[in-house]
């Protein structure tokens, strides 16, 4: 498993876990507990936030965005459901961009993306992947719970779980520093380069729940143990946010393929890479702060046949 791991060629954190037990833990670069951008791995804490507001009556499923956003285009037509698994019609009108071209505030993005949003009654009820469907169900959490996205994160998973190496990326360096925080590299022209702070930390703002966390390997999996296994969310609530249904098999943040879920994460630097078997006993998560151009999908199909192999003698 370690040499299969090696070879990825990724320099970066390992962590798996067998049978609910810590198996293997180490670093090919930076350290073990190195903090890293998740990008959209977030997608799945941020749906379950949504989960958790069902189970509280407060919302349904089959609720309409124009509860929340009702000048959103085809809003008296999008569920929430439709949100979570990405079949909700909507995108960005091409040549926008999520977020202001400078951050003031969530409710100032929310508004923006609102008048860049378009949507495609054609589209309604098929799959296609857009970070704006999640983008919204933060402005519906917001709108439910009356704290920011932020607030709600550390109080739902950062103080209850104790976490000490996850981090808004927008914190001052400081903060990211003591939760282990390395910087983003891409390759340009052959050569890594950092990735600017400033415009990493406006990307976060634009992407909020799906995408401007920082957390270590170890971390990520404590808040994926307690959506996937603990009372958290319910059996019920679990089977109904991640049924899925080919080609697209996403739900709830997840790729639900028949032996285990994945999520992935790429951006500013950055490659999160976490597989899980449904009722999380056993964990594959590799992260990196080194990316490049193609690199990306190769690494995902090479982690994908260890997933397999993992747990092919799990069945």
């Keep these: 498993m370690r040499h299969a791991i090696d070879h990825l060629g990724v320099k ?3 962590l798996v876990i067998r049978n609910g037990k810590t198996w293997l833990k180490f670093a090919t670069g930076n350290q073990a507990d190195t903090s890293y951008l998740i990008n959209s791995v977030q997608k799945s804490m941020t749906a379950a936030m949504i989960m958790r507001e069902v189970q509280k009556s407060k919302l349904k ?11 959103i285009p085809g809003a008296d037509k999008v569920r929430i459901s439709n949100l979570l698994n990405m079949t909700s019609g909507l995108d960005l009108k091409p040549g926008e961009e999520l977020g202001e071209d400078i951050f003031r505030s969530d409710e ?23 970070s704006v469907n999640y983008v919204y169900l933060c402005g519906i959490l917001t709108q439910l719970t009356h704290k920011s996205y932020e607030r709600l994160f550390r109080d739902t998973y950062i103080k209850p779980l104790h976490l000490k ?20 590299y891409e390759k340009v022209a052959g050569q890594y380069q ?10 976060a703002h634009d992407e909020l729940g799906a995408g401007s966390i920082v957390m270590s390997n170890s971390d990520l999996a404590k808040v994926m143990r307690l959506i996937l296994t603990s009372k958290f969310l319910t059996k019920q609530s679990r089977k109904e946010l991640y049924q899925s249904t080919a080609p697209s098999y996403y739900n709830g943040g997840f790729y ?3 032996h285990y879920k994945m999520a992935n994460g790429a951006g500013e ?10 009722e999380g006993k056993t964990m594959l998560i590799v992260q990196a702060n080194h990316t490049a151009k193609g690199k990306f999908v190769k ?3 090479r982690i994908n046949r260890i997933m397999d192999f993992m747990t092919y003698f799990d069945r």
Excluded at 61 to 71: C, D, E, P, Q, V
Excluded at 108 to 130: A, C, E, V
Excluded at 194 to 203: C, L, N, Q, R
Excluded at 269 to 278: L, V
């Design 256 to 258: 639900n393929l028949k």
């Design 12 to 14: 970066g954190s390992t």
């Design 165 to 184: 190496q996850t981090e808004f990326f927008w914190s001052s360096k400081q903060k990211l520093l003591k939760s282990n925080w390395v910087p983003g």
């Design 299 to 301: 690494i995902k199909k």
């Design 108 to 130: 100032d993005n929310f508004q923006s993306d609102i008048k860049k949003t378009y949507f495609n009654p054609r589209m309604l009820g098929k799959w296609h992947y857009t």
């Design 194 to 203: 950092h990735v600017p702070h400033a415009e990493a930390i406006k990307d």
């Design 269 to 278: 630097g950055y490659y999160t890479f976490f597989r899980s078997t449904h």
């Design 61 to 71: 499923l089959s609720t309409k965005l124009s509860r929340f956003y009702g000048a």
